[in-house]
């Protein structure tokens, strides 16, 4: 059975916000003032230990199903003892990351550039981790792992936030973001909508794509006035959206009891609910594209344990390792020859694992920062603590 962080890592976005202003959230004004972290050039033997930190379902022993255990095999072949702490958001990833008592991390897009800007983690020799070769290449140097073609870390796992809806209702079939912005909707009150500051981008991504006028260029990097205009929407959508939702088994249960009609989803949630035939759901990635994550592993510019840590991020993108992550968690894998030992032969298939043109259509999750991320130098973007304060007045 397929597990997923989203239903165990729960946080309210009022959580997450009293963490932003507690001063979680490090942001870097440019690529300029990433701190120089040494990078590894050789490897040695491992330390005999690893601490890192998880989302729920990530480093499984067999504990919660003894089928699920990528991580005795993994001790027993380097020696390296793992001690896994399980980070319920990406804000509390930051936390425990800068704490210094953990060798990585598995973060998502939301989290990482705090994390390298923050010096918190260091630049990844990729040659000294073989299996990154074979990882899929449309996740490689990319705005949420590297910065000025320096990789930070390791791809793991991958997803979009698709449309989706219920098939016998709502009709005809959307093909864009617009179904769940119309403030007229006539399934006003059986929307639903993600629950967290990083949402922004939806329906910036939305606008952007809609309202060329706003110059939008990147649904993260948002000037005063695009994410007056953002916000300006989101508050409209407030009207029309019966749910928030962070919990994908909340946001399953809610489309079986038709409570939510359509509105943003994961394709773990769609091929839940496709398997339960209680109710007729489809999904899709609208014309305008769509956001999504892409979790990647990063070792700690301080870490204790550096050779473990390598070693554990080549298993962790192994192909059988990374295709029983990806199965357990709901994910697509990273590794392209994980599709061969998958349980579910149609699962690389119904994940779009390989398939570059729809992972070309995502706008993955980036933490936005004051620095403009489309490159943009004479303005001012809204940084992800803006973006969080913003996400409490939106939902009131």
């Given at each position: 059975?397929?597990r997923?962080?989203r239903l165990?890592?729960?946080?309210s976005?009022?959580?997450?916000?009293l963490?932003?202003m507690?001063?979680?959230?490090?942001?870097?004004?440019?690529?300029?003032?990433?701190?120089?972290?040494?990078m590894a050039?050789?490897?040695g033997k491992?330390?005999?230990?690893l601490n890192?930190?998880i989302w729920?379902?990530?480093?499984?022993?067999?504990?919660?199903?003894k089928?699920?255990?990528?991580?005795?095999?993994?001790e027993?072949?380097?020696g390296?003892?793992?001690?896994?702490?399980?980070?319920?958001?990406?804000?509390?990833?930051?936390?425990?990351?800068?704490?210094g008592?953990y060798?990585?991390?598995?973060?998502s897009?939301d989290?990482?550039?705090?994390?390298?800007y923050?010096?918190?983690?260091?630049p990844?020799?990729?040659?000294?981790?073989?299996?990154?070769a074979?990882?899929?290449?449309?996740?490689?140097?990319?705005?949420?792992?590297?910065?000025?073609?320096?990789?930070?870390?390791v791809?793991?796992?991958w997803?979009?936030?698709?449309?989706?809806?219920?098939t016998?209702?709502v009709k005809?079939?959307p093909t864009s973001?617009?179904?769940?912005f119309?403030?007229?909707?006539p399934?006003?009150g059986k929307?639903?909508?993600?629950?967290s500051?990083?949402?922004?981008?939806?329906?910036?991504?939305?606008?952007?794509?809609?309202?060329?006028?706003?110059?939008?260029?990147?649904?993260?990097?948002l000037?005063?006035t695009?994410?007056?205009a953002?916000?300006?929407?989101?508050k409209?959508?407030?009207?029309?959206?019966?749910e928030?939702?962070s919990?994908?088994s909340?946001?399953?249960?809610?489309?079986?009891?038709k409570?939510?009609?359509l509105?943003?989803?994961?394709?773990?949630n769609?091929?839940?609910?496709?398997?339960?035939?209680?109710?007729k759901?489809?999904?899709?990635?609208?014309?305008?594209?769509?956001?999504?994550?892409?979790?990647?592993?990063?070792?700690?510019a301080?870490?204790?344990?550096?050779?473990?840590?390598?070693k554990?991020?080549n298993?962790?993108?192994?192909?059988?390792v990374?295709?029983?992550v990806?199965?357990?968690?709901?994910?697509s894998p990273?590794?392209?020859?994980s599709?061969?030992?998958?349980?579910?032969?149609?699962?690389?298939?119904?994940?779009?694992?390989?398939?570059?043109?729809?992972?070309k259509?995502?706008?993955y999750?980036?933490?936005p920062?004051?620095?403009?991320?489309?490159?943009?130098t004479?303005?001012?973007?809204k940084?992800y603590?803006?973006?969080?304060?913003?996400?409490?007045?939106i939902?009131?």
């Amino acid at each position: 059975m397929l597990r997923s962080k989203r239903l165990i890592a729960v946080t309210s976005a009022a959580s997450a916000a009293l963490l932003i202003m507690a001063g979680v959230a490090a942001t870097a004004s440019s690529a300029a003032s990433v701190p120089k972290v040494p990078m590894a050039s050789t490897l040695g033997k491992g330390e005999g230990a690893l601490n890192i930190v998880i989302w729920a379902g990530y480093a499984e022993n067999g504990s919660n199903d003894k089928t699920a255990d990528w991580v005795h095999p993994f001790e027993k072949a380097t020696g390296c003892k793992v001690n896994a702490k399980v980070g319920n958001t990406s804000d509390e990833m930051v936390t425990l990351m800068k704490s210094g008592g953990y060798d990585g991390v598995s973060a998502s897009g939301d989290a990482t550039l705090r994390l390298i800007y923050g010096g918190v983690v260091a630049p990844v020799n990729t040659s000294l981790i073989p299996n990154y070769a074979t990882v899929s290449s449309f996740l490689k140097n990319k705005g949420w792992n590297s910065v000025g073609g320096q990789m930070y870390g390791v791809p793991h796992g991958w997803g979009a936030n698709v449309l989706a809806y219920n098939t016998s209702v709502v009709k005809p079939a959307p093909t864009s973001w617009g179904a769940v912005f119309d403030a007229n909707s006539p399934y006003k009150g059986k929307i639903t909508a993600y629950d967290s500051p990083i949402y922004i981008a939806d329906a910036a991504l939305y606008l952007m794509k809609t309202k060329p006028s706003l110059g939008i260029k990147n649904p993260y990097a948002l000037d005063n006035t695009q994410f007056n205009a953002v916000v300006a929407l989101l508050k409209t959508q407030k009207n029309i959206v019966g749910e928030y939702w962070s919990d994908a088994s909340k946001s399953i249960q809610s489309f079986e009891s038709k409570n939510t009609l359509l509105g943003t989803a994961w394709q773990y949630n769609v091929n839940v609910l496709t398997s339960d035939k209680k109710v007729k759901v489809g999904a899709i990635v609208p014309k305008e594209g769509s956001t999504g994550w892409s979790d990647t592993w990063m070792i700690a510019a301080k870490a204790a344990h550096p050779n473990c840590m390598y070693k554990w991020m080549n298993w962790i993108i192994s192909p059988k390792v990374n295709a029983q992550v990806a199965e357990w968690f709901g994910e697509s894998p990273s590794q392209t020859k994980s599709c061969s030992f998958t349980a579910d032969k149609n699962f690389c298939t119904s994940y779009h694992a390989t398939d570059a043109a729809y992972a070309k259509n995502i706008y993955y999750w980036t933490t936005p920062t004051s620095a403009c991320l489309d490159g943009r130098t004479n303005v001012t973007c809204k940084d992800y603590a803006a973006w969080t304060q913003a996400w409490t007045t939106i939902k009131g």
